[in-house]
């Protein structure tokens, strides 16, 4: 287990108003992950972080933004969500020592009305 | 970075052997070959990762075509914990950010 935490592991919000999901890790790895999870779409990247208020966008970034302000918590914003933000999200960090290997967080299903 | 092409879905019987087929006709010569499994309403997971050569781990086996435009996961001795969604991944190691592009997978149901 590495240590990854996701929360809230479930929201239910309005169209319109600002969302923050928090992915807290216990063991200082340096890279961070986003992804949304849609039917039919597989796992898509958001943003990345590749250490304190060191980040990039991914596959899917735009109504998203990111922020790293110390190396356990990596927080993904939602400033105005929209329905079509409706998905699961999953957090991933890249586990030290290993060639690549990422290691998902038990994500945190949103749903905009 | 280059495309995988996997059956959108398979079946097996509990006990039997599994072979989990991948096409990647465009990978290029820095890509390795990942493969992720997603169990109902988890995240997904590692299961095994290789460049050229076959790679065995205790989860399963990974088998890699001589001009790598194809691979094989397999698993050996299926189990009903194996049902799942499982990703076949290439990820250029040229590049930085270790960035993973999912396709939709092959979901597998295991038959007790």
């Known amino acids: 287990d590495a240590g990854i935490t996701q929360s809230p592991r479930h929201k239910v919000t309005e169209t319109g108003t600002p969302v923050t999901l928090r992915c807290h890790q216990t063991?200082?790895?340096?890279?961070m992950y986003w992804y949304r999870q849609d039917p039919g779409h597989g796992l898509r990247l958001i943003h990345y972080?590749?250490?304190?208020?060191?980040?990039d966008k991914g596959e899917v970034s735009d109504g998203y933004s990111v922020s790293r302000s110390k190396t356990e918590d990596f927080l993904l914003t939602l400033e105005s969500a929209t329905s079509s933000q409706t998905s699961v999200y999953f957090c991933?960090?890249?586990?030290?020592?290993?060639?690549?290997?990422?290691?998902f967080g038990p994500g945190t299903r949103l749903t905009v009305l | 970075d280059a495309k995988t092409t996997q059956p959108n879905s398979m079946e097996s019987n509990e006990e039997e052997p599994v072979h989990l087929p991948c096409n990647h006709s465009?990978?290029?010569?820095?890509?390795?070959i990942h493969w992720y499994r997603q169990l109902p309403s988890q995240g997904p997971e590692y299961v095994i990762h290789?460049?050229?050569s076959n790679v065995n781990n205790r989860m399963a086996s990974l088998a890699i075509a001589e001009d790598r435009k194809s691979s094989t996961l397999i698993l050996h001795r299926a189990t009903l914990r194996d049902a799942a969604v499982y990703y076949c991944?290439?990820?250029?190691?040229?590049?930085?950010?270790?960035?993973?592009?999912f396709g939709t997978g092959t979901s597998l149901t295991v038959i007790p």
């Open positions: 991933a960090i890249r586990l030290a020592g290993s060639y690549n290997e990422q290691f």
């Open positions: 063991e200082n790895h340096r890279y």
């Open positions: 972080s590749y250490g304190v208020k060191d980040t």
């Open positions: 465009t990978i290029s010569g820095t890509d390795y």
């Open positions: 290789g460049l050229t």
């Open positions: 991944i290439l990820r250029d190691e040229a590049k930085t950010g270790n960035q993973f592009y």
